[in-house]
């Protein structure tokens, strides 16, 4: 009788608005290959699944065989893992509703799990990472977008429909600025990349006070944190009322679901203390008494592409095995 063998490899996918990433990653966690390719090169998203079908079996090949990878995990902007799906992603270039975990199983053949990518990231810190140890955590992404993931007793808590965790689209400003997602006032829309931006440039329109930002064709997150530890007032100005609106949002969500510690990560933390200090102030100050001083709110520790295609692996071994070359 042949005994079967189990796959001990799996492949990582985190998909962000930029770039794509996918590593070939061991069951203890070990990289062994990565690489990525551009995102915004491929509008179409039938011909970005052939692409990316193309290079999980490619980076495979070169390493090992396809045939001992058992499964792909995905990690997507608006990913529903009960579904498969990107639903209505307001930031990615396709629209509607994606069946992209389904798509990548047609072209591949094996079995493929995909994620918000909120709930992955905080896969990946609670395995690898600041959460590593902690069973009761908020995980908020800043970058592009805005999202949470919250995880309760070890496990990433989904929702009924596999929303949880949307906080980017709760609204914090009666008919505020529009968000991307169609409505208004959102902490997205406050809090994200953009907003972030339009503050900054609603400071300088409004005030007498010169300001090293005017310098930038485009004005970015990055270019914000490089004046303000250049000693830019307006620019410091930017990131304190962020983190004024981004630490009550977080008092609140504190104060609903009691965490161990809230972690923030995503492009827009490498902001650090500018960021870090006036959020930690506006959390202190609106957070529940009996909770003050108790939650902790940390900056990620991780390098993010490696920790999102971790997540996105861990992602893999839960799916249930499948493939059409048995």
Known sequence: MELETLKNRVVGVDISLNQTTLAVVDIRGNIIAKTSFCTEDHQNVSNYVTVLAERIIQLAEDNGGFLEIRSVGISAPSGNFKTGCIENSPNMPWKGVIPMAAMLRDRLGIAVALGNDSHVMALGEHVYGSA???????????????????????????????????????????????????????????????????????????????????????????????????????????????????????????????????????????????????????????????????????????????????????????????????
């Not at 709110?297 to 048995?326: N, P, T």
């Open 132 to 326: 590593h140890g902690l069973r009761d955590f908020v995980l908020i992404t800043l970058g592009h977008g805005l999202g949470a993931a919250v995880f309760n007793r070890g496990k990433v808590l989904m929702g009924a429909h596999g929303f949880s965790g949307e906080v980017g689209h709760s609204c914090v400003e009666h008919n505020g600025r529009k968000c991307g997602c169609g409505l208004s006032g959102c902490l997205e829309a406050y809090c994200a990349e953009k907003g972030i931006v339009t503050t900054a440039k609603e400071l300088m329109a409004q005030s007498n006070e010169e300001s090293l930002m005017t310098v930038y064709d485009k004005l970015t997150p990055k270019n914000i944190t490089e004046c303000c530890n250049k000693g830019d007032k307006l620019a410091i100005e930017t990131y304190r009322l962020t983190g004024h609106r981004l630490g009550i949002a977080m008092a609140s969500l504190a104060t609903i679901v009691d965490p161990e510690a809230i972690i923030i990560t995503g492009g827009i933390a490498k902001a650090g203390k500018w960021l870090l200090e006036p959020t930690r102030e506006s959390f202190d100050e609106h957070v529940f008494r009996n909770q003050k001083g108790k939650v902790k709110v940390l900056l990620s520790s991780l390098d993010s592409r490696e920790r999102d295609v971790l997540g996105a692996s861990a992602l893999a071994w839960e799916v249930e095995e499948y493939s059409l070359f048995k």
